[in-house]
C-alpha cells in the first residue's frame, strides 16, 4: 500500500491519511532530511543558494507539507487514534526542527553565501535565515546547546497537551435543558440544540460551549440561573476552578511551565526575558514601546468605555430590573440595550447571511478588487461540510489565452466535537519557483472557521460577527494565495513580521460595513429577500456600539500578555498579575474565580506569545490602509479598483520579501496614523 503522507504531487489526500500512516511516512520524511542536512554541510559541498535549496529544501519542504497536514487534521478531526500517533511523532519533528535551525554547520555555509550572487527575494530570505539561526541557537555550545534543544522540545510538548486540554474541556460540558429554560432563545438555536440532544438520545435541548451555541444564549436566554451555569462552565474550563470531573483538565502547571521554559530559552540566548526575545523579528522595537502603544491606547479608550459601562448599569436598572447586574448578565444587558437603543437585534440581522449567499458576496468584491475569479475546485476532504475552490488570474489579465492559476484553498466553515475552537487561516504549501523540477508550484491554505451547522435543510446562518470573521480568514488567505514572490521562505505570509501579519486580515473586515459590499451578500434565509436599507443603517449605527469596552478587552489580553513574558516570575500564580492588569485599564471586573487564561490558546499554543498586542498593532495598518480607499470611493460607494491593484501589488503580492513596514509606505506614501483606527471605532472625543 502507498502511503498518502508521501505523495507530493498533487493535493494532500486527506481522505485516505489515517493514524498509522503517520510513524512510517514521518521516519522516511526525516530520515531523508537528516541526510540532505548532511549533504549540504559536508566541506566539499559548495555555498550556493540554489545548490542548497535543491538538495535541503526540497527534503524539509516534504516533510513540513506532511507534518503540516497530520497537524491539521489533528486540529480539525481529533481522534484518540490520531492525537496519540500525533504526539508520538511531535518530540522527534520538534528535535529536528530545532536541530537544523542551531546547526553550526549550516550557519557556516549561509554566511559563507554571496549576498551579492542574490535575488532581491532571496536576500531578504538569507537575511532572514541569520538572524533566525542565531535565535534558534546556533551560537549556543555545549551544555548550553542541550539544554536549549531540550527546551523547544518541553514547550512543544506543553504546547500541545495545553491545546488538548482546552479542547477535552470544552468538549466534555453537555446541558440538556427544558424548553421552558429556554425562553427568548432564537428558534434556530433551539432546533440545533434540539437536534443535538437527539442524536444523544435524550431528552430536552443540548447546550454546549461551542461559540455557536454558547453566545446566543448569554445573549438572549432570559434566565439568569441558566446564563450562570453557562457562564460558570465556560470561564472555569481547564481550570482548578471547574467541576471536579472536569479538574483532570487543569492548565495551572503547563502555563507555569511554558513560562519558565521561554524565560530560560530567552536568557540562554542573552536576552532578559522572553517579550524583548520575541519581538526580535517584529516591527516593534522592544517590549517597552509595546506597553507604551498599549497604555497610550487604553488611556485614549478609557472615557469611552466608562460611558459604555454607565449606559448599561443604567439600562439593566431602569429596563431590566437589574440593579446589581453580574458578570452572566452582561451579555444579555448588552443585547437588549443594543436591541432598544437601534431597534434591532443579531438574530433578526442573522436571517438575512445564509453561508452560501455571503460566500457569493465574498468572492464578487475579492474577484473586483483584485481582478481575480474564483471558481469551485475539486480535492479530497476531511469532512462532508469542507469545500475547495481555485482563484485564477484571467487571461486578459495574465496575457495568455487561458486563466492561469494563482492558488487554491479549503474552507471547513462548521463547528463540531474535535475541532478545535476559534477560527485560523494556514498553509498547506507555499508559492515556489521550485529548485528541483524548476517548475512554479502555486500556493494552498486551509481557512477555518467555527460557524454553526446548517440545520433541517436550511443553509447555515451567520452573525454579522462570523461574517466579519469570514472575512478576517480570508484576507490571511489573500495574504498567502495572491503573492507573487517565488522565493519560499519570503513568499506570501513567509517571512512578515507577526505584528504585522494581521493587516490584510483586518483590513478585509472593513468591507462588511459597506453597503455596495455588504447588499449583494444578503438574501433572508425565508423569502429571498436582500437586507433592507434600514437595517443596514441600525447596524452602520451600532457598528461602534461599546468599542470601548471592546478595545478595553483586547488590551487588557494584550497587557497582561506582554507583561507575562516581561515581568512575571513564572513560579508564581498568574491571577494576581491579570488582576493588576484588569486594576490598570479594565471597567468591568469577572468574578474572582473566573479562569479565562487557562484556555488562552493565541499564547499558550498558538504562536502569539508576547505578540498579542499584534492584532492592536496592526490594526493601525489595517485602518490607515483602508483609510485610502475611503480617500478613493466612488460617488455610489464602490472601492477604487486602481485603489485595490495598488494595494494587491503593494502588500498582497509583496508578501515577506520586504519589511512590511516598507510594504506599507509603497502603499500608502508615508508612515502609518493612529487616526484612521480611532475613527473606525468611533473613539474620537467630539467638541
Known amino acids: 500500500m502507498t502511503n498518502p503522507l508521501l505523495s507530493f504531487d498533487d493535493l494532500p489526500a486527506f481522505d485516505q491519511i489515517r493514524p498509522e500512516h503517520i510513524e512510517p511516512a514521518l521516519e522516511q520524511l526525516l530520515t531523508q532530511a537528516n541526510q540532505a542536512l548532511d549533504a549540504v554541510t559536508a566541506p ?9 535549496a535543491r538538495v535541503l529544501d526540497v527534503a524539509t519542504e516534504q516533510l513540513s507539507r506532511a507534518w503540516g497536514a497530520v497537524s491539521h487534521l489533528n486540529s480539525v478531526a481529533d481522534s484518540p487514534e490520531l492525537r496519540a500517533a500525533f504526539n508520538a511523532a511531535l518530540p522527534k519533528v520538534t528535535e529536528f526542527y530545532t536541530r537544523l535551525g542551531a546547526d553550526e554547520r549550516l550557519y557556516a555555509k549561509y554566511k559563507a553565501i554571496d549576498p551579492s550572487t542574490l535575488t532581491a527575494e532571496q536576500r531578504q530570505a538569507h537575511k532572514n535565515a541569520l538572524r ?3 535565535l534558534g541557537g546556533a551560537e549556543l555550545q555545549g551544555a548550553a546547546r542541550e539544554r536549549f534543544a531540550a527546551i ?23 446541558y440538556y435543558a427544558t424548553l421552558d429554560e429556554l425562553n427568548g432563545v432564537p428558534h434556530d438555536i433551539l432546533q440545533a440544540a434540539q437536534s443535538a440532544a437527539q442524536a444523544d438520545g435524550k431528552e430536552g435541548y443540548k447546550l454546549t460551549l461551542k461559540m455557536p451555541c454558547y453566545l446566543p444564549i448569554m445573549q438572549f436566554a432570559k434566565s439568569s440561573a441558566l446564563r450562570e451555569k453557562l457562564y460558570r462552565a465556560y470561564v472555569t474550563r481547564a481550570s482548578n476552578q471547574a467541576d471536579e470531573a472536569s479538574q483532570k483538565f487543569d492548565n495551572s502547571e503547563l502555563i ?13 540566548l542573552g536576552y532578559a526575558n522572553f517579550a524583548t526575545l520575541s519581538v526580535v523579528p517584529k516591527m516593534a522595537e522592544s517590549p517597552d514601546k509595546v506597553i507604551h502603544f498599549l497604555r497610550d491606547l487604553a488611556t485614549r479608550a478609557k472615557p469611552f468605555a466608562e460611558q459604555d459601562l454607565a449606559d448599561m448599569r443604567s439600562f439593566a436598572a431602569e429596563q431590566l430590573g437589574l440593579s446589581d447586574p453580574q458578570a452572566w448578565d452582561w451579555p444579555y444587558v448588552s443585547e437588549k440595550l443594543k436591541e432598544a437603543r437601534y431597534a434591532f437585534n443579531e438574530q433578526e440581522v442573522k436571517q438575512y447571511f445564509p453561508l452560501p449567499k455571503v460566500l457569493a458576496g465574498l468572492f464578487q468584491i475579492v474577484e473586483t478588487l483584485f481582478e481575480v475569479q474564483i471558481r469551485e475546485d475539486h480535492a479530497p476532504v476531511w469532512h462532508e461540510d469542507v469545500r475547495f475552490y481555485r482563484i485564477e488570474r484571467p487571461a486578459t489579465q495574465a496575457g495568455d489565452t487561458a486563466n492561469t492559476l494563482v492558488g487554491q484553498f479549503y474552507l471547513d466553515p462548521t463547528a463540531r466535537n474535535g475541532k478545535r475552537g476559534g477560527a485560523w487561516m494556514d498553509d498547506v504549501r507555499a508559492r515556489w519557483l521550485r529548485p528541483d523540477t524548476h517548475t512554479l508550484q502555486t500556493p494552498v491554505a486551509h481557512l477555518v472557521c467555527n460557524f454553526a451547522a446548517s440545520v433541517a435543510g436550511r443553509p447555515a446562518l451567520l452573525t454579522h460577527d462570523d461574517v466579519t470573521t469570514l472575512f478576517h480568514e480570508f484576507g490571511h488567505g489573500l495574504h498567502h494565495l495572491l503573492t507573487q514572490v517565488n522565493e519560499r521562505d519570503v513568499s506570501g505570509i513567509s517571512g512578515v513580521e507577526w505584528d504585522a501579519v494581521e493587516l490584510p486580515s483586518q483590513f478585509m473586515e472593513n468591507f462588511c460595513w459597506e453597503w455596495e459590499v455588504l447588499k449583494n451578500m444578503t438574501s433572508h434565509v425565508d423569502t429571498d429577500e436582500p437586507l433592507p436599507r434600514a437595517l443596514f443603517d441600525k447596524m452602520l449605527a451600532a457598528k461602534n456600539f461599546q468599542s470601548g469596552m471592546q478595545t478595553l478587552r483586547q488590551i487588557e489580553f494584550s497587557l497582561f500578555d506582554m507583561l507575562l513574558h516581561s515581568a512575571h516570575d513564572p513560579a508564581q500564580d498568574i491571577m ?15 468574578p474572582s474565580w473566573s479562569r479565562t487564561a487557562h484556555t488562552f490558546s493565541h499564547i499558550f499554543a498558538g504562536g502569539y506569545a508576547a505578540g498579542y498586542y499584534s492584532y492592536k498593532w496592526a490594526e493601525v495598518l489595517s485602518a490607515d490602509a483602508y483609510a485610502a480607499f475611503e480617500e478613493t470611493m466612488g460617488a455610489e460607494g464602490q472601492p477604487s479598483l486602481d ?20 510594504s506599507f509606505k509603497a502603499f500608502r506614501g508615508r508612515e502609518p496614523l493612529l487616526d484612521a483606527l480611532l475613527r473606525h471605532q468611533g473613539m474620537v472625543q467630539t467638541r
Not at 152 to 174: C, M, Y
Not at 643 to 662: D, F, N, V
Request: charged share 25%.
Open 132 to 134: 533566525n539561526f542565531v
Open 44 to 52: 566539499a559541498f559548495e555555498a550556493k543558494w540554489d545548490n542548497m
Open 256 to 268: 507555569k511551565e511554558l513560562l519558565a521554559l521561554r524565560l530560560e530559552e530567552a536568557q540562554l
Open 152 to 174: 523547544q522540545e518541553l514547550q512543544a510538548a506543553a504546547s500541545q497537551k495545553f491545546s488538548e486540554n482546552a479542547l477535552d474541556a470544552t468538549d466534555a460540558f453537555a
Open 576 to 590: 494576581p498579575l491579570l488582576q493588576q492588569v484588569r486594576d490598570e485599564v479594565a471597567v468591568l471586573q469577572p
Open 643 to 662: 485603489t485595490g491593484r495598488r494595494y494587491r501589488q503593494a502588500i498582497l503580492e509583496a508578501g515577506g520579501s520586504r519589511p512590511a513596514i516598507e
